[in-house]
């Protein structure tokens, strides 16, 4: 005998998706496009790589294109390829530094845009860097490993829910920073205390079997057809990445995102609120 408002309920999700969005400084901050007039996709190399020698092909202050920026300038800087994980897919963005003869940047946000393009927001903290300039760019080597071992936790989470709980759950989201994740997820109710230590324990025995992490490229109905996990509301291209976890797999999942090479790096997982 309850009427539901679906209508203001509606109303109040669209309310929260913007507040969502407004709080995400870095994405709301302009358009991401804007003043990437020419720049083409960013070769990504950091899945083999923390460092690499690099082109800068744009430079952006404000959404304005520029051609240099001097010592206290905060610019967005495009290189033609990079080792720096965009903020994208729930994992956070990779910083470091960019460096030159002429120059040093500190790297203090990086996104990628829809168009493939790699942005790295920073600050000019010596010198001037010029659009052709060659730089190195490194990534910051901890906190990347530590992004890793959260990201790779997401997937053995997910496994261990579903295998304590049933193939019923299926993840909605994730948020992947170096100190903690987040990982969302359907399911009928609360979980109770118990099946959570059960799923803690299932996660921690795969953790301490140091289970290899493979990744490899498929095409996407392959790699379903395999029983690779995708999320559902992810577009997906013809070619995917596939990450599995285990020989035979404990876990595959269709991912962009940066792993460790094997469970063991993770240590331990604390599932610390549900």
Known sequence: GLAIDVEGFDKALTQQREKARSAHAFHNAEDLSAGLTGATATVFEGYDHLST???VVALRHDGAGLQAAGEGSEVDIILDRSPFYGDMGGQVGDLGRLSSARAEIDVRATVRTGADITVHRGRVVRG??????TVRAEVEEGRRL????????????????RAILGRQVAQRGSLVEPERFRFDFSWMGPVERERIVQVEQWVNEKIRADLPVVTRQASYNEAVAEGAIALFDEKYGDRVRVVSVGQPAV???LCGGTHVRS????GTLLIVTE
């Open 263 to 266: 469970t063991g790096q993770i």
């Open 146 to 161: 530590d992004i890793a071992r959260n990201h790779t936790a997401t997937h053995l989470l997910q496994a261990g829910l």
């Open 251 to 253: 876990s595959t999942e």
């Open 53 to 55: 020698e690099a082109t």
């Open 128 to 133: 001037e860097i010029s659009v052709g300039d």
